[in-house]
Structure formats: C-alpha cells, structure tokens
C-alpha cells in the first residue's frame, strides 16, 4: 500500500483549514473527496480505451464521460470552501441528473439506470445530515417520477430497443456504478473505523482523566439526585461511587450547609449561571484515616447545556467539579488566629504603653523634682523636708524597681528563662510571715486581714521565695481593689495531694467578660472603667506564672461588687510534676517590646 502513500498526502492537503482542526470531521471530508477524485479520474483515464473499441461516440456517450469531471469539481469546490453538507447537495443533484439522462435515453423507468437512483440517498447518509438526506431522497423521488411519467406517456422508446442500441453503455454505466458504489463503501468503512478509533481514543483519554485527576466530577437531575460521579470520589469520601448515587451525597453533607449545596445547584439549573459553594461533608473512615471526619469541599457547577431546549433531555441537569479546600481552611483559620493573636499583641503592647506611661512616668518625676530641689544651692530647705524627700525619693525608687522587677521577671517566665529552686518548707509559718509583711499597708487602707490555716500541714517541696511572691502579689490586690471597712480572707489547707492556698475578698469584684483576660500580661479589669488604682497588670500574671512552674493551678471567681476569691493549689512536690518550659513561644517578641518600650519611656522622663 506504500504506492497510495502520495495519493492520501494529496487527498489530506486537499482537506480544508477549518476541517483540519478536528479529527473526525477531518475524515469526513477525506472520505467525501478520495472516491469523487480517484473515481472520476480513474473514469477519465479509461475514455480513450473506450472510444478505441467503441468508435466515435454518441452524445449521450460523451455527455456520461462529460460528468465524471463533475466529482472532481465537487471535490475541488470542497476543497476550496469547506462546505460540506453544500458539497454533498451537488453530488446528489449530479448524480441524479446522470441518471435521469441515461434512464430517459434507455427506457425510461425500466432501464438499468434508474436503478441506481437508491444511490443517491445512500450517498448522501455519509453526511451524517437530515438536510442533506432530505433534499437527495426528494431529488431521486421526483427523478423516478418523472421517468414513471414518460414511460406510462409512452414518450420513451423501448427498453429492450434501447438496450441493444446502447449495450456497451450500459454496460460501462454498470462498471462504473459498481467502482462507484465501491469507493463509497469503502469511504464509509474508513469514516466508520475512524469514527470508531476517535471514540475510543477520546473515552480513553476521559477514563484516564477521570482515574488521575483529584478533583471530582458529578451530574446532577433536576432535584439535586447525583446521575454519575467519577472514580475519584471513592478517595475523597472514602465510598464507593454506588453509595453516593441518587442522594446519597446530600446525606453526608453537613446539616448546616445543606440549603447552600442545594441553593447553589438549584440557582445554576434555573439561571443558566455557573455557581460556587463551600460545604462540609462527612468522609468515611478509611485505610488513611482512622475515624471518619467532615472535609471541606469547594464546588463549581454549571448547566449541563446552557443552550438546550427546557423540553429536551438533559434539560436543567447541572455539571459540578468538587475539590478537597480542608488544608486551605485550615491555613485560613490559622492565619484568622494569627492575625487575631498579632491584634492582641498589638493591644497588649498599646495597653502596656499606656500603663507603663503612669507607672515609669511618677515615681520618676518624683525623684527628678526632689533630687533636684536636694542639689539646688539657692534653695534652703529644712532639715525635716530634706528628710521627706528623701523618703519619698526612696519610696519612688523602690516603687519604680518593683515595675521593672516585675517586667523582667514576666519576661523571664514567658521566654522560659526563670528558674525556681525547689526546697522543704513550712506553708504555715509563710503564710503568716506574708500576711504580717502586709498588715501595715492593709491598716493604712482599712482593710481587715484574717487567716485561716488547716493544722498539721505538711511540709511541702516548691520555691519559698516564689511562694511568699505569690502570696504578697495576691494579698496586694486584694488590699488595692478593696475599700476601707472591707475584709481579706487567706486559707491555706490540703486537697489531697496538693496545697490550697486561697485569698478571698469583698471588694470591688470583677465582671464576666473580664475574667477569662485575668492574668494576661499589663491588662487590668478596672482599666476598663477607671484608672483609680495604680499598677502594671502584672502581679496576677507573675503569679499564674509562678504557679505553672510548680505545675500547679490558679482558679479565680468573682462578682462585680461583691468581691473576688483567688485560689492556687500546688502541688505537694512540685519536683515530681513541674512541666518542662517551652523557650519557643509567640509572647518571646512582645516581652522583648514590653521591655524596648520601657527603657524608651525611661529615657524619655529622664
């Protein structure tokens, strides 16, 4: 077959532009222009052999060999314009007209040529057109009526008379009928087989899309049932594609996200619009997942046929792609805490600044006016003012190393930094040695301290030093947000394993939104409403610190003006449950602000 290599070449260049772009509709042109250009060529080339042994011959010889130009013109006009039902219109009409000369000049309606009017709507269903078979089957109609006519009008000579004058021709019509009808058969197979191949190559290429592609694809009736879903659902819920059919899909989407799974359906089927929506939807535990859990999808369908009549098949039915977003979600939702956290640092930082302003900002003018009114030659002052100021200069130094103390040790516990030295001790005697240490201060605010210590406590293994901090930070508070009359209760006693110490209030109280913050580094309830007690915010937090690194607990209840009660319970040993401290924290950054804005505040007073 090597020498008909060239002759498709040339067949395949003829095949207009706009045809090469798709394969079938490629071998559809091929298939109409092989059998017109080869036959008719073929034809022609056999016309001289036929004129030396049939002589000079009639019209009607030279009119027949006349139109197997007539093909090859289609073919050309093909060729040229890529009109392919027109194309096929012309070779019905001409070969009809063939015919219907022939048959008038052989007998009419009995000749052998009228026959071969069935041809031409056979030719004509390798369009694949209804309009085209249409228009050949209504040109072979009114072709055969026409020869009924003149043979029933006896307008015609005889057949038999017509036959033996034209015997050669007919039987050169024949010959050439049957290579016809030949090359047609064998356009239709290479049409048939290519259309076959093309089928299979475009359903291989489908099912090997739909094995390795992720995303799923399903189609959806007109009620939102799943006509068909794609392998690839069995890997993303973890069920065979059987169970997700019909409703199955709707019954593993999430209870609260099932009127947008349907709206967004519904909308695309009614409004001929694409939609997106993003939905839970319960996934079935499998070899990868021990439990089953609802993931994420994100869901892009559209009409199945935007162009369809409502009144066909297929009509309202919508396409849909869905794609696993849960690694996206999650990365939302983490940057949604970040971002949250990055606010709450922010405000944090804002908060400290505006505390720390107070805080750094008195006792530091306190000791700059004094101190230069101590070193001012000109200014004579008494003995006795002399020593108030230095007292003073005294009571804001010390007040201001208490802040800086207690943001260095902050800084320290959040960065992991701060170290405790456990050893045996007494609570009781503690106890009692703080709440003397305080009862000058609680005197001058009239308030009343009261203790209440279990007998026959154990000795317990913690830091003393932390331990009386704790104390002293809570009896502070305590004396600070409670007004004169008021009463301060610390109890110290033993839940099983553990040391409770708790110090009860009747001050002013905290309220509900509040306490969940309580602890929080620099933030203090009562900002939220005055600014009449001073301090940092930080003792509450120290303390929450401290506790954690005994590995022990805080717990806090309070009421607006009806008082608070603080409760720490620490382990007996704290050497047998102290959590190990993580360095890699979040609060590392803003500790190393907290300080960076004090030393700049600090600068900034002196």
């Not at 194309?87 to 009409?93: K, N, Y």
């Not at 000049?105 to 309009?131: H, Q, Y």
């Not at 093309?198 to 290429?205: G, I, K, N, S, T």
């Amino acid at each position: 077959m090597s020498f008909l290599t060239p002759v498709w070449n040339y067949v395949d260049a003829l095949v207009h532009p706009a045809a090469q772009q798709d394969a079938l509709t490629a071998a559809r042109h091929r298939a109409f222009i092989a059998p017109r250009l080869v036959g008719g060529l073929a034809a022609l080339a056999t016309f001289p052999v036929y004129i030396a042994f049939r002589g000079v011959p009639s019209m009607l010889e030279v009119g027949v060999f006349g139109w197997l130009v007539a093909p090859i013109l289609i073919a050309y006009f093909l060729s040229r314009t890529g009109r392919y039902e027109s194309a096929h219109i012309l070779s019905s009409l001409s070969l009809t007209g063939l015919v219907t000369a022939v048959a008038l000049c052989n007998g009419g309606i009995g000749s052998f040529a009228a026959t071969w009017l069935v041809v031409v709507p056979l030719e004509a269903a390798l369009s694949a057109s209804r309009r085209v078979v249409a228009l050949a089957s209504t040109f072979a109609l009114v072709a055969a009526g026409l020869l009924l006519v003149r043979s029933a009008a006896d307008l015609l000579p005889p057949a038999a008379t017509a036959a033996n004058e034209h015997g050669a021709l007919a039987a050169l019509g024949i010959v050439s009928a049957a290579l016809y009808a030949t090359g047609l058969a064998l356009g239709a197979e290479t049409l048939a087989r290519t259309s076959s191949w093309l089928l299979y190559a475009e359903e291989d290429r489908y099912r090997l899309l739909a094995r390795n592609m992720t995303d799923v694809i399903t189609r959806h009736g007109r009620n939102g049932a799943v006509l068909f879903v794609s392998p690839a659902a069995e890997s993303m819920f973890g069920v065979g594609v059987n169970e997700l059919s019909g409703h199955g899909m709707f019954d593993r989407v999430h209870v609260a996200d099932r009127p947008a799974f349907l709206t967004a359906l519904a909308d695309a089927a009614a409004q001929g619009e694409a939609r997106s929506v993003e939905f839970r939807i319960r996934r079935e535990a499998d070899a990868n997942h021990h439990a089953g859990r609802f993931v994420w999808i994100e869901m892009r369908c559209r009409p199945l046929d935007q162009t369809a009549d409502k009144s066909k098949a297929g009509a309202g039915e919508v396409v849909a792609v869905l794609r696993d977003v849960s690694e996206r979600k999650v990365t939302e939702q983490a940057i949604e805490i970040a971002r949250a956290e990055q606010e709450r640092a922010s405000a944090s930082k804002s908060r400290f600044l505006a505390t720390m302003s107070h805080e750094l900002r008195t006792p530091l003018n306190a000791i700059i006016g004094f101190s230069e009114m101590l070193t001012n030659d000109g200014l004579v002052v008494q003995p006795a003012r002399r020593l108030e100021y230095a007292r003073l200069i005294n009571e804001s130094g010390h007040h201001l190393l208490s802040v800086v103390n207690g943001i260095l040790d902050m800084s320290k516990m959040e960065t992991g930094n701060f170290e405790i030295t456990p050893e045996p001790f007494a609570p009781a005697p503690a106890t009692v040695s703080c709440c003397d240490l305080l009862a000058l201060k609680a005197r001058d605010a009239g308030v009343e301290i009261k203790t209440w210590i279990a007998p026959e406590l154990p000795e317990i293994v913690g830091d003393r030093r932390a331990f009386n901090q704790i104390l002293i930070n809570l009896i502070s508070n305590a004396i600070k947000f409670t007004p004169r009359g008021g009463r301060i209760t610390v109890s110290v006693q033993c839940e099983g394993a553990r040391l409770a110490v708790a110090v009860e209030d009747t001050g002013v109280g905290i309220g509900e939104a509040d306490l969940p913050r309580l602890g929080e580094a620099f933030f203090q309830a009562r900002a939220n409403y005055d600014r009449r007690h001073d301090g940092s915010g930080l003792g509450l937090s120290i303390v929450k610190g401290l506790v954690k690194l005994h590995g022990g607990d805080i717990d806090i209840r309070s009421r607006l003006g009806e008082g608070t009660r603080v409760t720490i319970r620490l382990p007996i040993d704290c050497e047998g449950g102290r959590p190990v401290a993580d360095p890699i924290r979040l609060v590392t950054e803003r500790a190393g602000e907290f300080v960076a804005a004090a030393n700049v505040l600090v600068k900034k007073s002196a």
